[in-house]
């Protein structure tokens, strides 16, 4: 094994070298399959427990926390024009940051709702020290691959967070495991019905119109493979076989279980990745 094995880590201290130092406020998108509201509120949980106020929303659709008891959050907005300085929320607890989210309004689809227009953020992120992007819609399936309109990325993303779920490897290729499976097998080469592997998985990671579409070339990448308590293969296993070929795409991968209730115990593994791609790279 090549890289380092990690217990006792949170989240948000593996990103933290990733974000600039400097105001305004932090914007980290979120694109891919396999927890992505999962890891928002999880990052917004230790962004805040850190005393930062947080903002979560989405560009695209997110399920209604109301209807989710285990997403913990203090205010919800359903008007972009409402959201107010989040020092007008009372804290919960002291010491501890707000954790609010913003959405459009009520989707068609129950439970659902919509996003906000993406150059709101350019605003918004002079208010909220941190904003956490839903940036795309994967159906909670555990991996998927971008149509032509997808992601909707905000312009003003300083890091954005490539997901994909573990539990899909050995799976087949169909619509109970991927999210637009056609685009999948086009894009990874992997037939519908073949199993999943990790050679489709650094395929779609590295793809000009795989996971990190659309992403500007100066913006750091990480990817994020979440749900490691269900991968069918050993943790450096996987580690070694994506390393280099991600590297091209990615300053970092992680394997995470970020539905892990203690944040301590969220990252299993990382690898910090000499990246270099360049400009036009993965946008041509």
Same mark, same amino acid.
């Given at each position: 094994?090549?890289?380092?094995?990690?217990?006792?880590?949170?989240?948000?201290?593996?990103?933290? #070298?990733?974000?600039?130092?400097? #105001?305004? @406020?932090?914007?980290?998108?979120?694109?891919?399959?396999?927890?992505?509201?999962?890891?928002?509120?999880?990052?917004? %949980?230790?962004?805040?427990? &850190?005393?930062?106020?947080?903002?979560?929303?989405?560009?695209?659709?997110?399920?209604?926390?109301? &209807? %989710?008891?285990? =997403?913990?959050?203090?205010?919800?907005? !359903?008007?972009?024009?409402?959201?107010?300085?989040?020092?007008?929320?009372?804290?919960?607890?002291?010491?501890?940051?707000?954790?609010?989210?913003?959405?459009? $309004?009520?989707?068609?689809?129950?439970?659902? !709702?919509?996003?906000?227009?993406?150059?709101?953020?350019?605003?918004?992120?002079?208010?909220? #020290?941190?904003?956490?992007?839903?940036?795309?819609?994967?159906?909670?399936?555990?991996?998927?691959? /971008?149509?032509?309109?997808?992601?909707?990325?905000?312009?003003?993303?300083? !890091?954005? +967070?490539?997901?994909?779920? !573990? &539990?899909?490897?050995?799976?087949?290729?169909?619509?109970?495991?991927?999210?637009?499976?056609?685009?999948?097998?086009?894009?990874?080469?992997?037939?519908?019905?073949? #199993?999943? @592997?990790?050679?489709?998985?650094?395929?779609?990671?590295?793809?000009?119109?795989?996971?990190?579409?659309?992403?500007? /070339?100066?913006?750091?990448?990480?990817?994020?493979?979440?749900?490691?308590?269900? $991968?069918?293969?050993?943790?450096?296993?996987?580690?070694?076989?994506?390393? &280099?070929?991600?590297? =091209?795409?990615?300053? +970092?991968?992680?394997?995470?279980?970020?539905?892990?209730?203690?944040?301590?115990?969220?990252?299993?593994?990382?690898?910090?990745?000499?990246?270099?791609?360049?400009?036009?790279?993965?946008? $041509?």
């Amino acid at each position: 094994m090549r890289g380092s094995i990690h217990n006792s880590m949170r989240f948000s201290d593996l990103l933290r #070298p990733l974000l600039p130092s400097s #105001p305004p @406020g932090k914007v980290i998108a979120l694109v891919g399959g396999g927890g992505k509201t999962t890891a928002m509120f999880a990052l917004a %949980e230790e962004f805040s427990a &850190d005393g930062h106020d947080v903002l979560m929303t989405t560009t695209t659709h997110i399920a209604d926390p109301r &209807d %989710e008891p285990d =997403r913990s959050f203090d205010h919800l907005w !359903l008007d972009p024009a409402a959201v107010a300085d989040p020092a007008q929320i009372p804290k919960t607890a002291a010491g501890r940051g707000r954790r609010c989210v913003l959405a459009g $309004s009520d989707a068609a689809d129950a439970g659902k !709702l919509k996003g906000i227009d993406p150059e709101q953020l350019t605003t918004l992120r002079h208010v909220w #020290p941190f904003i956490l992007v839903e940036a795309d819609g994967a159906k909670r399936k555990p991996i998927k691959a /971008p149509a032509a309109y997808e992601p909707v990325l905000p312009p003003t993303a300083d !890091l954005v +967070l490539g997901l994909i779920g !573990l &539990d899909a490897l050995g799976r087949a290729c169909g619509t109970d495991t991927v999210h637009r499976p056609e685009h999948f097998s086009q894009i990874t080469g992997c037939p519908p019905g073949t #199993p999943i @592997g990790l050679d489709h998985l650094a395929r779609l990671a590295t793809a000009p119109d795989g996971l990190f579409k659309q992403v500007p /070339p100066a913006t750091p990448r990480v990817l994020v493979l979440n749900k490691a308590d269900r $991968s069918p293969l050993p943790l450096p296993e996987v580690l070694d076989a994506l390393e &280099d070929s991600v590297s =091209r795409c990615a300053e +970092l991968i992680v394997i995470t279980t970020l539905a892990e209730r203690d944040p301590e115990q969220r990252v299993h593994a990382q690898r910090p990745l000499v990246c270099c791609h360049f400009p036009g790279d993965l946008a $041509s």
